[in-house]
C-alpha cells in the first residue's frame, strides 16, 4: 500500500483564500484585522517564520507589524511593548515568536498578552478554555492538524489516536482536540515504555517530538493517517519530519510531507485566528 499524500500547501491556500474573503467584508466596517509579530533576537530560523507570518498577513489583505528586537532587550521592555500592543485597537493578535533568549521568562511574557488577542492560544486562560471544551483560540497547529484530518473525512468519533509528544504547544492541546472530536487518544512522551505497542494501535498517529524519523512504517496500523508535526533539518541540510517518511507511507492510509505538511498550515490558522478576533471586535461592536 502506498499512502495518500495529504497536500498541506493546497489546503492552507484554500483556507488563505477563505481569510481573504472574510478581510475584504470586515473592511465594509471599516475593521482591517491587525497582527503583531515580535521577535527578540536574531536566530534565523525564527526570523524565517515572522517573516513569512507577516507576508502571510499581507496576502490575505491584513494589516501586520514585524517588531524585531536585539537578544539584549530586557524583560520589562518586552513587556512594556505588549501592553502598548494590548492597548492598541488596530492590533488584533499579538504573536511573541518562541524561544526567547534565556534571560527573559516565556511564561511571563505569554501570560501579559491580553488573553482575547492570544492568537498562538498560548495563554493559560486560553490553555484553560481549551481543555474545557469551549475554546476561544486554538493553538494554530494542532488546529492546523485538525482542518488536515477534516479534509481527509477522518472519522474522529470513536478513532484510536496516538500524539507522540507532550508539549504545550503541540502534543497536549493537539491532544484535547482530539478527545473533544470523540477519539481516544493517548499521548506519549519520552518516558513511554514500547511506544510501538501504542502507535500499531492507533488508526491515527501524530508525530512532534522534534526527532527526526523515530517514526517507522513497523511502528504503524496498516491504513493509518500519519500526521508529522516535525520540522528539522537532515545531516544533507534538507528539512525532514519525525516520521521516516519512505518506510511509513509504504503502511499508511494517508500521510503529512516534511516540507509541504503541517507547516504551512500553522501559518494558514494564524491568519484564522487573527481573523477570528477581529470578527469578534465587530461582533462586540454591533451587540452594544
Ligand atoms: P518539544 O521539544 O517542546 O517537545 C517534544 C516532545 O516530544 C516532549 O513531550 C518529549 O517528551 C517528546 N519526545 C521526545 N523524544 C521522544 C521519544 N523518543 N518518544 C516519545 N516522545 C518523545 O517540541 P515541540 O512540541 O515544540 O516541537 C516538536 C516538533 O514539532 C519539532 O520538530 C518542531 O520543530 C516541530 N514544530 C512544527 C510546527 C509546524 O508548524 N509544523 C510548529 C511547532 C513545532 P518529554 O515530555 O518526556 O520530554
Redesign the pocket.
Known amino acids: 500500500m502506498t499512502a495518500r499524500v495529504i497536500d498541506g500547501v493546497k489546503l492552507a491556500a484554500t483556507i488563505r483564500e477563505g481569510v481573504a474573503a472574510r478581510s475584504a467584508a470586515l473592511a465594509a466596517h471599516g475593521i482591517k484585522p491587525g497582527l503583531a509579530v515580535v521577535l527578540v533576537g536574531s536566530d534565523p530560523a525564527s526570523q524565517v517564520y515572522v517573516r513569512n507570518k507577516v507576508t502571510a498577513c499581507e496576502k490575505a489583505g491584513m494589516h501586520s507589524v514585524l517588531e524585531q528586537y536585539p537578544t539584549e532587550m530586557t524583560q520589562e521592555a518586552l513587556l512594556a511593548r505588549i501592553e502598548t500592543l494590548n492597548a492598541d485597537p488596530s492590533i488584533h493578535g499579538i504573536l511573541v515568536q518562541?524561544p526567547l533568549p534565556k534571560h527573559i521568562d516565556s511564561h511571563r511574557v505569554i501570560e501579559a498578552i491580553a488573553a482575547d488577542k492570544d492568537v498562538d492560544g498560548f495563554h493559560i486562560s486560553n490553555a484553560g478554555l481549551l481543555m474545557t471544551g469551549t475554546p476561544l483560540f486554538r493553538p494554530?497547529?494542532p488546529y492546523?492538524v485538525m482542518k488536515m484530518l477534516e479534509s481527509e473525512q477522518v472519522v474522529l468519533r470513536g478513532a484510536v489516536a496516538v500524539v507522540?509528544?507532550?508539549?504545550?504547544?503541540?502534543?497536549k492541546p493537539m491532544a484535547m482536540l482530539l478527545q473533544t472530536a470523540g477519539a481516544t487518544v493517548t499521548?506519549?512522551?519520552?518516558?513511554?515504555r514500547d511506544?510501538a505497542w501504542h502507535t500499531r494501535h492507533a488508526d491515527i498517529v501524530i508525530?512532534?517530538?522534534?526527532?527526526?524519523g523515530?517514526v517507522t512504517g513497523d511502528m504503524l496500523k496498516p491504513g493509518a493517517i500519519v500526521i508529522d508535526?516535525?520540522?528539522?533539518r537532515g545531516a544533507d541540510g534538507k528539512l525532514c519530519?519525525?516520521v521516516d517518511y519512505a518506510s511509513a507511507k509504504e503502511v499508511a492510509g494517508a500521510i503529512t510531507p516534511?516540507p509541504g505538511?503541517?507547516?504551512?498550515?500553522?501559518?494558514a490558522m494564524l491568519l484564522v485566528n487573527t481573523m477570528e478576533a477581529a470578527e469578534r471586535v465587530l461582533a462586540r461592536r454591533t451587540t452594544k
Not at 187 to 192: A, E, F, G, Q, Y
Open positions: 518562541l494554530c497547529t492546523g507522540v509528544g507532550a508539549s504545550n504547544i503541540v502534543g499521548i506519549c512522551n519520552s518516558k513511554t511506544l508525530v512532534a517530538t522534534g526527532k527526526p523515530m508535526v516535525g520540522i528539522n519530519g519525525d516534511v505538511g503541517v507547516g504551512p498550515m500553522t501559518i
